[in-house]
Each structure stands twice: as structure tokens, then as C-alpha cells.
């Protein structure tokens, strides 16, 4: 993508070379998100909110455009290998419960809320101790939606009252705890196994691959990789909270430095971003908001909040929760389901 952050060519770039492959480029613009945005969201058969949906699309489109018949995708890499910053990121959590539990509750924490509200350094601090006492995989959904904002400030009280908003926690739980005597690494290696991987990622591929009509293979889910990777350990697949550290090792010498050194990127929209300049792209969310609103789903107040949330506070953050909600829409239109 043509924003801050978003663009990794450069890196794609390095690998082509490497490799001596056929290097192409397509840049992903709000005007591809209108003009095939309805059509992505209705080749689902349930609402799908995962913004990444649309690159791999064009991705998928631009290899069949080409001539290709068949993709090779890298998905469940880190999910075998320990690649996602949750897993470091729990680990620091996890040292913080190493302190004597006096000291964290008759010193640290009551300190941090003596100090002033408005510095950010505090309010980190005291985002980090809330965290770090909060077990896991309950920590895991920290970052969630309903989490943050609260389900009953979000959605309307009758639909409210016929749905389980802690289902998705409850049935992470069952999966964190099921594998017997594991590592907490591998816990949530497992637990993204089932859901980041099978029940997101591949979906999303798969169905994008379906829709440009080409062909896709996962190399890194042969079963004997698979099968090696259960008998690697925690440490070394993430030694001293290095991501990767046991793969990274394995492919020196045959993927450039830049590629193994390079920072982790994920593969999401900018789509928060472009909404706050592109009137296209605020015109197709507001109709869709306008339309979800009279499904009394969502309260109607909590819509018009989230929107000026993210003129205001935080466009990536609250254009993300824009894109769910526009995504349930448009499959809801595509499925005759009328406000």
C-alpha cells in the first residue's frame, strides 16, 4: 500500500532478486476498496471482518492475471515457529509476575495510582500491571472490542440478551488448557492453530484464492513440517524472546539478511487511515453505518461515537472497528437480509 507503514517492496524486492524471479508490483488504493469491496464481502458464507482480506484478493488477482494457476502461500509459519509479537509480548508479561506479590500489591501498583492520570508513561504502567495480572488466554482478549469498549455500551440491550459475548473467551480457554503439560509458548501456538490459523487465515486465503481463481498450497503446513515443529522446544523456538530464533537459524544463508532481520509487518488495510482522506471510501462506510443502524444490532449512539473516534483520537484503531461493521453489512445486504 501508498501509506506510512504499509509498504513492503522493497523487502519483496530483495527476495526476487535472491531468488532471480519475475518482480511485480500492484499497489492497493481506496478506489480498488470501492469497486470490490461488496463482492469480497459477499463470497463469504458468514460475516468476515478480516481487512486483510482484500491484498490477498489482489494479490490472488494479479498471479491469475498473469498466467499462474497456483500460489504458494506462507501462512501457519509463525503459528509453527513462533512468529507473532503476542508471544514475546506475553513472555515480558509473564516476568512481571515473578516479583515477590507483596511488592507488586503494596507498592507498584498502588503508587502508579497515586501518580497524575494525565502523563502517558503512567497510563502505560498501569496498562501494563492490569495486564500482567490478568491470566492467560484472558489476556490474549485485552486488545478485543467488546473488552475495551464493553459489549453493553456497543450493542443494543434486546440483541444483547440473546447472545453469549463470553463464549469466544470461554472457548479459548478449553483450547489454551488443553494440551497436557505444555509450555505457555505452545499453548498459544496451539490455541492459534485453531483459531488465527483455521479458522481466520486459511479462510481468508483460501476463499480470495477461490475468488480470482487460482489455485493455492500452504509448504509450511506439510506434515512433516508440521510434525518437526512439535519437536522443537519453547526455547528454541523463541530464544531469549527472539522471534522465529530457531527458523531464522535454519534459513541463513539461503534468505538474504535483510529478509530474516527485518522487522514483522502484518498484512492489514490501511483502511482507517484512507477513510479520514478519501471521500469515496467515508461515503461507502457512512451509507453502510446509516443501514446498520436500523438493524438495532449495534446502538445507534455507539455507531455515531465510533466514527467521531476515529476522526478525532485514533484513525487505524477505530477505522478497524468501522471496517467490521461495514463488512457485516454489506454481507447482510448480499445475503437479501434487509434493515
Excluded at 110 to 133: C, F, M, W
Excluded at 134 to 150: A, G, I
Aim: charged share 25%.
Amino acid at each position: 500500500f501508498d501509506a506510512e507503514g504499509f509498504d513492503e517492496t522493497g523487502y519483496a524486492r530483495i527476495a526476487s532478486q535472491r531468488f532471480d524471479t519475475d518482480f511485480q508490483t500492484y499497489y492497493v488504493t481506496p478506489a480498488d476498496v470501492l469497486s470490490e469491496l461488496p463482492r469480497i464481502a459477499a463470497s463469504y458464507d458468514e460475516p468476515f471482518g478480516n481487512s486483510s482480506a482484500l491484498p490477498a484478493y489482489f494479490c490472488a488477482r494479479l498471479a491469475a492475471d498473469d498466467g499462474q494457476t497456483r500460489l504458494l502461500a506462507g501462512d501457519g509459519g509463525d503459528e509453527l515457529f513462533a512468529g507473532n509479537e503476542r508471544y514475546a509480548k506475553q513472555a515480558v508479561f509473564e516476568r512481571y509476575a515473578l516479583l515477590p506479590s507483596w511488592s507488586r500489591r503494596l507498592l507498584l501498583e498502588p503508587a502508579l495510582h497515586l501518580l497524575p492520570d494525565n502523563s502517558r508513561i503512567v497510563g502505560k504502567a498501569r496498562s501494563y500491571t492490569e495486564q500482567a495480572n490478568t491470566p492467560l488466554p484472558d489476556r490474549l482478549h485485552t486488545y478485543n472490542f467488546l473488552r475495551r469498549l464493553q459489549a453493553e455500551r456497543i450493542i443494543n440491550h434486546d440483541f444483547l440478551a440473546s447472545i453469549d459475548t463470553e463464549l469466544p473467551l470461554q472457548l479459548d480457554r478449553e483450547l489454551y488448557h488443553h494440551p497436557k503439560a505444555a509450555s505457555r509458548l505452545n499453548r498459544m501456538l496451539y490455541l492459534d492453530w485453531h483459531h488465527t490459523l483455521a479458522d481466520n487465515d486459511l479462510r481468508k486465503v483460501n476463499r480470495m484464492c477461490q475468488l480470482a481463481g487460482i489455485e493455492v498450497e500452504y509448504p509450511m503446513l506439510d506434515d512433516r513440517l508440521v510434525e518437526l515443529s512439535t519437536r522443537i522446544s519453547s526455547t528454541r523456538k523463541m530464544h531469549r524472546n527472539r522471534l522465529r530464533d530457531f527458523y531464522k537459524r535454519a534459513v541463513k544463508g539461503f534468505l538474504p539478511d535483510e529478509i530474516i532481520n527485518k522487522q514483522k509487518h502484518g498484512f492489514g488495510l490501511p483502511f482507517g487511515i484512507w477513510m479520514a482522506e478519501d471521500r469515496g471510501l467515508q461515503e461507502l462506510a457512512m451509507d453502510n453505518l446509516s443501514r446498520m443502524k436500523r438493524r438495532h444490532y449495534v446502538r445507534a449512539g455507539f455507531i455515531d461515537e465510533i466514527v467521531d473516534l476515529h476522526r478525532e483520537q485514533h484513525a487505524g484503531y477505530y477505522g478497524e472497528f468501522i471496517w467490521v461493521l461495514m463488512m457485516l453489512e454489506l454481507w447482510l445486504t448480499a445475503q437479501g437480509y434487509e434493515p
